[in-house]
T-cell receptor
């Protein structure tokens, strides 16, 4: 069963703009991860945020987590054409469930 | 270099012809997993393995088999492939199942005619 759901499904922006993607999930989690996938390639881990954390930064990435709303957001600042990819959130539940992925947000950054 | 290696990268086969997709990791990870990715359905887990000789079904195990005889290898077996198994397949590994980064292979694009 898919726990995480990303929103929007697709996002198109201009280079230099910020991109925000959202993820909602249904049950309590231990942590939430964001992955990136270039077209047809394997997923690459970007950042992990634990359930007791509210915000985390890594370079141009900023992730927030609101466990009361069961949602997370991924912000990419000053986007570049090379950021064009699909972005997935993944959650693992406190009940010991497996890591489950959402369907992803397709981000296109136009030069 | 730490990596997860899948072979083959591309495969075209016919219905009913048994095939194996290999997966190998060089990071001494305990946990390994297979996913399939289909448009509009995201990544769905097929099977996973917590350690050698320990495997379990994921969300979509029908039509697939796996084995984990060695820590580094986790092959995916399609005994009698069907067209609905046409998909992009990914193998992944991590040190532990939870709260750990998963490392993905480059993917295997399978077409069953």
């Amino acid at each position: 069963s898919q726990q995480g759901e990303e929103d929007p499904q697709a996002l198109s922006i201009q280079e230099g703009e910020n991109a925000t993607m959202n993820c909602s999930y249904k049950t309590s989690i231990n942590n939430l991860q964001w992955y990136r996938q270039n077209s047809g390639r394997g997923l690459v881990h970007l950042i992990l945020i634990r359930s007791n954390e509210r915000e985390k930064h890594s370079g141009r990435l900023r992730v927030t987590l609101d466990t009361s709303k069961k949602s997370s957001s991924l912000l990419i600042t000053a986007s570049r054409a090379a950021d064009t990819a699909s972005y997935f959130c993944a959650t693992d539940g406190t009940s010991g469930s497996r890591l489950t992925f959402g369907e992803g947000t397709q981000l296109t950054v136009n030069p | 270099e730490a990596q997860v290696t899948q072979n083959p990268r591309y495969l075209i086969t016919v219905t009913g012809k048994k095939l194996t997709v290999t997966c190998s990791q060089n990071m001494n990870h305990e946990y390994m997993s297979w996913y399939r990715q289909d448009p509009g359905l995201g990544l769905r887990q097929i099977y996973y393995s917590m350690n050698v000789e320990v495997t379990d079904k994921g969300d979509v195990p029908e039509g697939y088999k796996v084995s984990r005889k060695e820590k580094r290898n986790f092959p995916l077996i399609l005994e009698s492939p069907s067209p609905n198994q046409t998909s992009l397949y990914f193998c992944a590994s991590s040190p532990r199942q939870f709260q750990n980064i998963q490392y993905f292979g480059a993917g295997t694009r399978l077409s069953v005619l």
